[in-house]
């Protein structure tokens, strides 16, 4: 049974940092490109961040780039997203994904929310 398990989101002020964590399981994690995903109200789903198998290539939404950074660590089976210089309009729900090729699967979803 494969599942994505995300979680470490919540209330943050701007400026502030969170770290999203996404716990994989029923499928070979390290073969897989593992992506977070993000939906903010009334707009479409925006890809954030993406880590190859093996984590050599990572890219960003421009919005992100300089203050996200994408990382996994194979031997947990987790992926992670760490989110610094936090803005509103980062708000959104955030979702981990696995691709391999047509394949996808994905996460639950976990809130941010950047508010003063």
């Known amino acids: 049974q494969v599942q994505l398990v995300e979680s470490g989101g919540g209330l943050v002020q701007p400026g502030g940092s969170l770290r999203l964590s996404c716990i994989a399981s029923?499928?070979?994690?390290s073969i897989w490109y593992m992506r977070w995903f993000r939906q903010a109200p009334g707009k479409e789903i925006e890809?954030?961040?993406?880590?190859?198998?093996?984590?050599?290539?990572?890219n960003y939404v421009d919005s992100v780039k300089g203050r996200f950074t994408v990382s996994r660590d194979d031997a947990k089976n987790t992926v992670y997203l760490q989110m610094n210089s936090l803005k509103p309009e980062d708000t959104a729900v955030y979702y981990c994904?696995?691709?391999?090729?047509?394949?996808?699967?994905w996460g639950q979803g976990t809130q941010v929310t950047v508010s003063s």
């Open positions: 994904n696995a691709n391999r090729f047509i394949r996808d699967y």
């Open positions: 890809l954030v961040a993406s880590i190859s198998a093996g984590g050599g290539f990572t």
């Open positions: 029923g499928f070979t994690f």
